[in-house]
């Protein structure tokens, strides 16, 4: 015979395992949004530099390429908007799982709390 569980306890279950992927996953995905923050930061100083520091400001406008050729200039600058792009989707997970992490511990903080309160063993608790 099976023992039938209330769909309640199913939901609770369910949301168990879900915060424990999302714990599990968290840390990776910080780690991952850090090194693109870093990466579009490099790659979007270095077009910047290469748009109007050289030319301009150093004065230097030509190399082995013509620094302030209309072609380049469109196609580091489209460079520059996707670096600037990646810059923003990776600033944008960052905060994210910044703050879903926060708010899972927030939430075991109440889960231990109102296990506490029932006066309950802590059996399926973090």
Do not use: C
């Given at each position: 015979?099976?023992?039938?569980?209330?769909?309640?306890?199913?939901?609770?279950?369910?949301?168990?395992?879900?915060?424990?992927?999302?714990?599990?996953?968290?840390s990776?995905?910080r780690?991952?949004?850090?090194?693109?923050?870093?990466?579009?930061?490099?790659?979007?100083?270095?077009?910047?530099?290469?748009?109007?520091?050289?030319?301009?400001?150093?004065?230097?406008?030509?190399?082995?390429?013509?620094?302030?050729?209309?072609?380049?200039?469109?196609?580091e600058?489209?460079?520059?908007?996707?670096?600037?792009?990646?810059?923003?989707?990776g600033?944008?997970?960052?905060?994210?799982?910044?703050?879903?992490?926060?708010?899972?511990r927030?939430i075991?903080?109440?889960?231990?709390?109102?296990?506490?309160?029932i006066?309950?063993?802590?059996?399926?608790?973090?």
């Amino acid at each position: 015979m099976t023992e039938e569980r209330h769909p309640g306890v199913m939901a609770i279950e369910t949301y168990e395992e879900f915060l424990q992927r999302v714990e599990a996953v968290g840390s990776k995905m910080r780690v991952l949004s850090g090194v693109t923050i870093l990466v579009a930061l490099l790659l979007a100083a270095t077009y910047v530099s290469q748009l109007l520091v050289v030319p301009f400001l150093l004065g230097v406008t030509t190399q082995t390429v013509n620094l302030v050729d209309p072609t380049l200039i469109a196609f580091e600058s489209g460079l520059l908007i996707l670096a600037l792009v990646w810059l923003y989707v990776g600033v944008r997970d960052y905060q994210f799982m910044t703050k879903l992490a926060r708010q899972i511990r927030e939430i075991r903080s109440v889960q231990s709390d109102l296990v506490k309160r029932i006066g309950g063993s802590g059996e399926g608790s973090a």
